[in-house]
C-alpha cells in the first residue's frame, strides 16, 4: 500500500505535521493588505478581519480550505494581458505560503534573477545588462554580444505537476518547520486551482479579442497554466526557472547572464557561440 503524503498512522503523527499559526497568517494579511487595500473584496474582508482571519485559519489548519472565485479580465497596458484576480481571503493564503517559503527560495536563487525579489526588480536589471556589457567589452574596447531569449507563452505553459513534484520535495528537504506538510498541502491546493473553471468575468467577453491563445489559460495544454496576478504564480514561476538560471550559469558557464520572469539574456564575446546555445536552451527547457 502507498503511504500519501498527508496519511496519518494510527500511532502517531508524522514530522512536520504542525499547524498554521494565527500569527504567522495574520503577518501574512497585514503584508497583503499593503497594496490592496483599497479593493473591493480587501474592504469588505477589512470589516471584521480578526474574526474572518480565524475563520479562515480553523478551515487551513482542519484541511477544509478551498479557493473561491477569481476575476478574469483583460489589461492593455504595458501590453495586452489576461490577469486573474483571486479573492482577497486567497491573497492572503498566498502570502502565507511566500512569506513561509521565500528565505528558503533566496538561499537558491542567482544573484542575478531579477523578478519579485527586494532590491532587485527591471531597473536592477538594466543596470546589470549595462554592467555586462561594459565588463565583456573590456569597458567598449571590443565587440560583445547580446542573446535575448524569452518563453513563448511562458505562464500558461508551466507544467502544474512538474512544478508540484519539485517543490514538494524542495519543502521536504529544506523546510524543517513542524507546519511543513500543512504547507505542503496550501501550495497542491494553490498549484492545481484552476481559475478557469468557476471565475467572473470583469469586462466583454470581446475584451480576450486579439489576445492570443497562448497568452491565456483558457486556452492552455491540460495541467498547465499559472495565473498571472497571483503572487504565488510569480514566485513559483522563480522557483521553476531556477534550474535553467543554475544550467547556464554553471553547465554552460556563462558569466554574463540576467533573468526577468521569461525573459533572458547571455552576453559573451563570440556570437557563434551564443548562436549555438539557443538550440541547447530549447532543449535543456523542453526535458
Same mark, same amino acid.
Given at each position: 500500500?502507498?503511504?500519501?503524503?498527508?496519511?496519518?498512522?494510527?500511532?502517531?503523527?508524522?514530522?512536520?505535521?504542525?499547524?498554521?499559526?494565527?500569527?504567522?497568517?495574520?503577518?501574512?494579511?497585514?503584508?497583503?493588505?499593503?497594496?490592496?487595500?483599497?479593493?473591493?473584496?480587501?474592504?469588505? !474582508?477589512?470589516?471584521?478581519?480578526?474574526?474572518?482571519?480565524?475563520?479562515?485559519?480553523?478551515?487551513?489548519?482542519?484541511?477544509?480550505?478551498?479557493?473561491?472565485?477569481?476575476?478574469?479580465?483583460? *489589461?492593455?497596458?504595458? *501590453?495586452?494581458?489576461?490577469?486573474?484576480?483571486?479573492?482577497?481571503?486567497?491573497?492572503?493564503?498566498?502570502?502565507?505560503?511566500?512569506?513561509?517559503?521565500?528565505?528558503?527560495?533566496?538561499?537558491?536563487?542567482?544573484?542575478?534573477?531579477? $523578478?519579485?525579489?527586494?532590491?532587485?526588480?527591471?531597473?536592477?536589471?538594466?543596470?546589470?545588462?549595462?554592467?555586462?556589457?561594459?565588463?565583456?567589452?573590456?569597458?567598449?574596447?571590443?565587440?560583445?554580444?547580446? %542573446?535575448?531569449?524569452?518563453?513563448?507563452g511562458f505562464f500558461?505553459?508551466?507544467?502544474?505537476?512538474?512544478?508540484?513534484?519539485?517543490?514538494?520535495?524542495?519543502?521536504?528537504?529544506?523546510?524543517?518547520?513542524?507546519?511543513?506538510?500543512? %504547507?505542503?498541502?496550501?501550495?497542491?491546493? *494553490?498549484?492545481?486551482?484552476?481559475?478557469?473553471?468557476?471565475?467572473?468575468?470583469?469586462?466583454?467577453?470581446?475584451?480576450?479579442?486579439?489576445?492570443?491563445?497562448?497568452?491565456?489559460?483558457?486556452?492552455?495544454?491540460?495541467?498547465?497554466?499559472?495565473?498571472?496576478?497571483?503572487?504565488?504564480?510569480?514566485? !513559483?514561476a522563480n522557483f521553476?526557472?531556477?534550474? %535553467?538560471?543554475?544550467?547556464?550559469? $554553471?553547465?554552460?558557464?556563462?558569466?554574463y547572464y540576467g533573468?526577468?520572469?521569461?525573459?533572458?539574456?547571455?552576453?559573451?564575446?563570440?556570437?557563434?557561440?551564443?548562436?549555438?546555445?539557443?538550440?541547447?536552451?530549447?532543449?535543456?527547457?523542453?526535458?
Amino acid at each position: 500500500m502507498q503511504l500519501n503524503l498527508f496519511d496519518k498512522p494510527t500511532n502517531e503523527l508524522p514530522a512536520g505535521n504542525g499547524k498554521i499559526t494565527a500569527e504567522a497568517l495574520f503577518e501574512a494579511y497585514f503584508t497583503c493588505r499593503k497594496n490592496k487595500r483599497n479593493t473591493y473584496n480587501a474592504l469588505a !474582508f477589512e470589516l471584521d478581519y480578526e474574526h474572518n482571519l480565524i475563520e479562515l485559519l480553523i478551515k487551513i489548519n482542519n484541511h477544509e480550505y478551498k479557493p473561491r472565485r477569481s476575476i478574469a479580465f483583460i *489589461v492593455d497596458k504595458p *501590453v495586452k494581458r489576461e490577469i486573474f484576480a483571486a479573492d482577497f481571503r486567497d491573497r492572503v493564503v498566498h502570502h502565507l505560503i511566500i512569506n513561509k517559503l521565500n528565505p528558503f527560495f533566496e538561499r537558491e536563487f542567482i544573484y542575478d534573477n531579477y $523578478s519579485c525579489r527586494v532590491g532587485k526588480g527591471t531597473h536592477f536589471g538594466i543596470g546589470r545588462a549595462d554592467t555586462f556589457i561594459r565588463k565583456c567589452s573590456e569597458n567598449y574596447k571590443s565587440d560583445c554580444y547580446i %542573446l535575448k531569449l524569452d518563453i513563448q507563452g511562458f505562464f500558461m505553459h508551466i507544467n502544474r505537476q512538474i512544478l508540484f513534484d519539485r517543490l514538494q520535495q524542495f519543502i521536504r528537504n529544506k523546510y524543517q518547520e513542524n507546519d511543513m506538510l500543512l %504547507l505542503t498541502e496550501l501550495c497542491r491546493i *494553490v498549484i492545481f486551482n484552476d481559475p478557469t473553471k468557476n471565475c467572473i468575468i470583469k469586462g466583454r467577453k470581446k475584451d480576450w479579442v486579439g489576445l492570443p491563445d497562448n497568452k491565456s489559460l483558457f486556452h492552455s495544454p491540460a495541467s498547465c497554466g499559472l495565473p498571472i496576478g497571483n503572487l504565488t504564480s510569480q514566485i !513559483f514561476a522563480n522557483f521553476y526557472m531556477n534550474s %535553467l538560471d543554475h544550467f547556464v550559469k $554553471s553547465k554552460l558557464g556563462i558569466r554574463y547572464y540576467g533573468r526577468y520572469v521569461d525573459d533572458f539574456i547571455l552576453v559573451h564575446k563570440d556570437k557563434d557561440y551564443l548562436t549555438s546555445l539557443i538550440p541547447v536552451i530549447a532543449e535543456f527547457l523542453r526535458s
